[in-house]
């Protein structure tokens, strides 16, 4: 699910340039309907004339965001990160305060910033692989000469031996660089570590526009992303300390349905580890994730019974028909009905408080979800992909996984699997972990970032064990 799954901010803000005045922590409270998130931006000189920042969103136990952009001119200063649409504008006053509104696909929220106290926080993720390492690596690029794509990443092998078995990584929803960083977490350093010491080859991959990968993001679907990960094959089927007949994919949530595409289509490719990978179609999926999630928060059941029908409705208008105009009819006759059999309380916590805002905030859900990638997905239905593999497959989900529920996805996957030509294929559910296969508490999306925990050693061993066995 490359638009995101997961809640990242790109942030654009206004500021008056007063030398260094400009330097330093500033915190500002988000309302978003009924959510209320508390953000703080760290300034820093980076030289005379240039700055660098990050900034956290606490709510959500995330610090250490890094910016990829910041940029003082005249009485503004902006602030880029790539990972979403959206960002900050507003205005200093040359003291201790900016006014502004934050604003995030095609929706403006009220946000002023004052000057904080609040320190940067130092993110303990003590799973991060750290130097020296007993193990070559190599950063590299290579191209699509037909596309013109350009791809950077970093493949890790093992000192002496080979030729080697190799994993390509592919990450799931949203831009993310090779390492999948989310909330200063690095699962995907973690995986490469672990696998190329216990000897195979890993290759990981920035997504596009990360790092300095290109390739256009906002007409992309899983199916682009798919021939991305062919790039990526073919540029080790070049390298003789690889195995040409054991290369696999491993792909994480979105990347899983990705690896299953590739592998329906490349007869080379040797095996696939999918780790929360979707084997429901997208609609079904997402549907039971919003369930999930809205849960989570222990609402009521009438309450996640609603949200789960709005979101059912919705997805619904997407389907119907590719013209936005009738989308929005079908949505907004779905959503009277749904008006009329819900709690009026309920109604006004969610937000629709009269018709007029229930209009505009049900047109910017459809926009948000009315892209190429968002359709592709909502009418992918992965077991058309499993069904045709030859290869053999670990497929992984976490008990208490709320974006890809285990139970039903595990079956569907199972099923697809016994139509496949494929004989040699596994499925297990591992107890207490969570859609980043980290052990938890309350098992939110918003903890993903308090666990100091990034990726279960049970996980990285049952992947371990099974190359071990079947490939190596």
């Known amino acids: 699910m490359k638009n995101g799954s997961l809640v990242f901010f790109f942030l654009t803000i206004s500021l008056y340039p007063y030398a260094q005045g400009i330097t330093g922590n500033w915190q500002g409270i988000l309302l978003a309907g009924p959510q209320k998130l508390k953000l703080v931006f760290h300034i820093k000189p980076d030289s005379a004339h240039s700055y660098l920042s990050s900034f956290d969103s606490p709510d959500q136990h995330a610090y ?7 940029r003082v001119k005249g009485d503004s200063l902006k602030i880029g990160i790539k990972l979403i649409n959206g960002g900050f504008l507003g205005k200093w006053n040359g003291s201790d305060s900016i006014a ?13 910033l004052s000057r904080s106290s609040d320190s940067e926080v130092v993110v303990i993720r003590p799973q991060t692989p750290k130097p020296p390492f007993p193990y070559n690596i190599e950063d590299l690029e290579y191209d699509n000469p037909v596309s013109g794509i350009h791809y950077s990443g970093t493949l890790t092998c093992p000192k002496s031996g080979g030729p080697f078995a190799a994993a390509i990584l592919i990450t799931g929803s949203g831009q993310q660089d090779r390492d999948e960083t989310l909330f200063g977490h690095k699962p995907f350093a973690v995986i490469a570590d672990y696998l190329t010491r216990r000897g195979y080859a890993v290759l990981r991959v920035d997504d596009r526009q990360m790092g300095k990968s290109t390739g256009d993001v906002d007409r992309a679907t899983s199916k682009d992303f798919a021939n991305d990960v062919e790039d990526g094959i073919h540029e080790l089927q070049g390298r003789k300390e690889i195995d040409q007949k054991k290369i696999g994919l491993i792909g994480h949530s979105e990347g899983g349905l990705i690896a299953s595409i590739v592998g329906s289509e490349n007869a080379n490719v040797d095996f696939i580890i ?6 429901l179609k997208g609609s079904k999926l997402l549907v039971l994730q919003s369930e999930a999630v809205a849960r989570s928060h222990n609402p009521g059941e009438n309450s996640v019974e609603a949200s789960k029908n709005l979101t059912k409705l919705l997805i619904d208008a997407i389907l119907y028909s590719r013209d936005s105009t009738v989308q929005f009819e079908q949505a907004w006759k779905g959503y009277l009905s749904w008006k009329k059999t819900t709690n009026p309380a309920i109604v006004a916590v969610m937000g629709f408080s009269d018709d007029t805002s229930a209009r505009a905030q049900i047109r910017a ?9 968002f359709v592709y997905f909502l009418q992918s239905d992965p077991a058309e992909f499993i069904s045709r593999l030859h290869c053999k497959l670990l497929a992984l989900d976490g008990s208490k996984d709320i974006q890809v529920l285990a139970d039903q996805n595990l079956a569907a996957i199972e099923t697809a ?7 040699n294929y596994s499925t297990e559910k591992l107890p207490g972990l969570n859609h980043l296969f980290q052990h938890c508490k309350t098992c939110t999306v918003e903890e993903y970032g308090q666990l100091e925990e990034t990726f279960a050693p049970e996980a990285l061993q049952k992947m371990g064990e099974w190359l071990d066995k079947n490939v190596k």
């Not at 699997?417 to 004989?423: A, D, N, R, V």
Request: aromatic share 12%; glycine share 12%.
């Open 64 to 70: 250490g965001l890094p910016c990829s952009e910041t």
């Open 274 to 279: 999918m780790l929360a990978g979707p084997g």
């Open 365 to 373: 859900q459809l926009d948000r979800m009315n892209t190429p990638w």
């Open 417 to 423: 699997l016994e139509k496949s030509p494929s004989k």
């Open 100 to 112: 502004g509104y934050f604003f995030q696909s095609g929706q403006n929220f009220p946000m002023d």
